[in-house]
């Protein structure tokens, strides 16, 4: 049979999770023929290789193989009638196994493109065999085989178990296969070798950054010597080149050479972070759109079957995940999309009757919020029918009649979970057996995840998958806010654009950004993050707009530095519950970046804070040091100011250009430029000649506090002090007396 | 040999020595705990000298690289990645109830605060390991657990024990802040 080019590649992974499945399905099959175990144990063991066959025919429908599909809703034939047992008798143990080992060899062969073996013998073995288990059990002979003629496929096979029949390929539970060429050699590793050397390039990166660090105190030490020379050469006299010692001379020029050395080596390592980065994610993630593009083919293939127009529709295919999760979310995603065409969505003629469109609509919508990835598998169908669940509940002996009058709409709903449910009187090819969403749930909760489900009679069924989520990159848009740098995952942007001033409209309460002929809120993200005052955008300051929660609003940023494919990780426990972050993400450099939340930016609950924001006195406070601005932060904080930060003097200075305050509180010992220097600039500067100025330093000492004074400070501060409280008092009184004179200066102008 | 007029005088003298040797045996559990020391890290952070169980700590690197957190809490200095995990770094002044700093805090401790739980931890200096007598700690920690125990040593300032796992499990309930 001619293999869809789409589908060979995606024919390799079914090989190894069929294997997986027939190992498991031999094993309970061999476990029923003893008969060892209690009935209520066999019960479990026939849903178990029930959920298997299932499973087997629905992938093998999705791709694509009918024959095979054929063969497993056979195989489920014969095993159906037997649930009830507490043995399997050897006669029907026997063709099971040989079926599956003619299926196995089919599959075998199709993935390889070679002659296929005919499945017709195994066929006419299971029919004979149903005939069998459908049989009264005191009719079952006890180990007389099923006449009929064998399987030319079984015959081809070895007669060993499946079990033992496993390719050398096949995947182990926590392996991750690396393909070294299509088609050809394929290594096995485990995920827990690939978590180690996650690790090791986490570190090899940090060493790469000490060498950084090293370089620079290298280049410092080089660029002393140079100032040492000058000064030789200018008290020597000697005019032309510096005049250092010989010996200095030449260990200058080694140094030199050692740092030429080690910028070309801080180079290479830095490619090879790189590279092991991104070999690294090629292993460990894939796309979504792996997972979801094979799903178009089954619904096209069911529709048809069961004579329906479904439109499917994939939204967030090109986010990338961990295998293993994806892999896992395979065989749910296949039982839902069938269900949903099977059950859901009604016939062309139903639907025209209803005043719906005749073609369905199925929409499955990936997206991760955070740490969590949520799928949501959504029809606009006839929904759940609620009676039909309450009389197969009832059926099923579930719940008493009363009961089932007592249960709630979503309680109803939850039933189509337990396991053998179905509300269908007849067995389809497709479902009706009762083995599927019970499978659904089992499997994502084997991922730590739930599976809600919510309907509307007539309206449709939406299956909400929810997942933890370690490993997965997305496309991020990386901007720089002030000082910082942050992140906007690329889904929720609709937009970028340059602010001009035409399309900004200062409007009460907030301002609003005209796009597409309607108004939409503009916020500084800055500002939203706390970071700074908002202001009005400047002419060709970088614009997005954002979509999320089914709002949209237009964000300023200061500058646009990229779109990256980043790897999003959690955030710590101490900040993990943050609505306003996804989690974090590397940079190429080693610095951590943040993710901003899409729909946090939208939420009600920020629209209702920035509303709410209150005219408050502001501070700028300014220091090297995180602690210190964390501190000062909190202590003026907590007497109701705004307060902003700059972790330098040259970036206080350029955040005054844009935004004014009532306070500047500035460190003393800063590198570049000090507190007094920074004053000095201040003071400089008409527009904030007399903003107060407090200076505080780990220094005490009255002649740090006068030199302070001299500067043009107001006031000055140890950092004890402000640690012992005195910050916000001291900060109170300078605004208070700003106050004052200003006032006074009203009332007496000139 | 021993002269029989002798062995009465003979005989005190063994009991004496026998007794000497008695009492240094007894005495030899005293002895013992007075050697048996547990290992600190001692720094100090404004006018107060701390000290956590040496054990518990990872690492000590330089405060940098780590990256502000706006909105989270005021004890929140930032994030940072250590040996390929994220991981939180804090400020011990102000889970301490800000008792002020002489320096700027130039060093992170990275500490294991239970159950591989790592954060880092702001301080003034590269604590020095200390050694402490068992029995000191188990007298000092006789009312109980406490986020701080103070200790007194001879000859040194006083010193706070740090209990890491009390202290990081009830971190001082602030007004979250822009980093």
Partial sequence: ?????????????????????????????????????????????????????????????????????????????????????????????????????????????????????????????????????????????????VTTAAPEASKASPPSPVAAAAPASATRAGDIHITEDPGDATWRVSTRQVTALRHDVERLREVRLRLEERQRELEKGLVQLARIGHELRATSGSGGRPQLPPQTAETRSVLGSVNRGLSSDIEEASDIVASLEDGLKAISTQPMRTVLEPLRR????????SGKLVGLSVVGGEVSHDRRVLEALRSPLVHLVRNAVDHGIETPEVREGLGKHAEGALVVRVEQQGNMLFIEVADDGNGIDLDKVRGAALQRGLYGAEELATLTAPQLQQLIFSPGFTTRAEVSEVSGRGVGLDIVRNEIQALSGQVEVQSAAGQGTRFILSLPVELGSSPVLVVRCGEHQLGIPTMAVESSRSARGN?????????????REELIPLHDLGALLGLRQAELPRDDQPLFIISA???????????????????????????????????????????????????????????????????????????????????????????????HTARSGHKALEQLRHASYDV??????????????????????????????????????????????????????????????RLLSEVRALIAARLQRTRSSTRHPG | ??????????????????????????????????????????????????????AQLRAAVPLRAVTPVPLSAPHVIGILRFQGQIISALSLSALLGGGGWHEDPAVLLVVDGGLGRLVALDCEQIPKPLGIPAHLIEAAMADGLRTLTPLQLPGLPRLELIDLQLLLASPPHEAPHAG
Wanted: charge should be negative; proline fraction near 7%.
């Fill in chain 1, 1 to 145: 049979m001619p293999v869809d080019p789409l589908l060979e590649q995606l024919l390799q992974g079914f090989v190894d999770e069929s294997q997986e499945i027939c190992e498991r399905v031999t094993r309970d099959l061999l476990e029923l023929e003893k008969g060892a175990k209690p009935k209520a144990a066999a019960g479990r063991a026939f849903e178990n290789l029930l959920r298997g066959l299932h499973t087997l025919k629905g992938s093998a429908a999705t791709l694509g193989l009918d024959e095979l599909a054929d063969v497993a809703h056979l195989l489920e034939d014969v095993v159906a009638p037997l649930r009830a047992s507490d043995r399997l008798p050897t006669p029907i143990a026997d063709a099971l196994l040989r079926s599956l080992d003619a299926w196995m060899s089919r599959l075998r062969a199709t993935a390889l493109d070679q002659p296929l073996p005919d499945l017709a013998p195994t066929s006419e073995l299971l029919r004979a065999t149903r005939t069998l288990a459908s049989t009264p059990a005191q009719a079952w002979p006890d180990r007389a085989p």
């Fill in chain 1, 298 to 305: 089954a619904v096209r293939d069911l529709a048809r079957q």
């Fill in chain 1, 503 to 515: 399309d900004v409209n200062r409007g009460k309460p907030q301002l609003r950004y005209a796009w």
């Fill in chain 1, 549 to 643: 929660q089914g709002r949209r609003l237009a964000l300023a940023v200061d500058e646009v530095l990229g779109e990256r494919e980043l790897v999003i990780r959690p955030l710590p426990p101490e900040v993990r519950d943050l609505p306003a972050y996804q989690g974090a993400a590397t940079l190429a450099r080693g610095e951590l970046v943040l993710i901003v939340r899409s729909d946090w930016l939208a939420s009600n609950e920020l629209q209702a804070r920035i509303a709410a924001k209150v005219p408050a006195p502001r501070a700028l406070v300014v220091d090297d040091s995180l602690t210190a601005r964390a501190m000062h932060r909190t202590s003026l904080e907590s007497g109701g100011l705004i307060v």
């Fill in chain 1, 664 to 725: 500047l509180v500035a460190d003393v010992r800063m590198d570049d430029l000090d507190g007094y220097a920074l004053t000095r600039e201040v003071r400089a500067r008409p527009e904030t000649a007399q903003l107060p100025i407090l200076l505080v330093s780990t220094q005490e000492g009255e002649a740090e506090r006068r030199r302070s004074l001299e500067a043009g400070a107001d006031a000055f501060l140890s950092k004890r002090d402000c640690a012992a409280g």
């Fill in chain 2, 1 to 54: 040999m021993i002269d029989p007029a002798e062995k009465p005088a003979a005989d005190d003298e063994l009991r004496q020595l026998l007794d000497r040797r008695a009492d240094r045996v007894r005495a030899r559990p005293q002895a013992e705990g007075d050697e048996s020391l547990l290992w600190y890290a001692e720094f100090p952070l404004g006018d107060q000298r701390y000290a956590l169980p040496l």
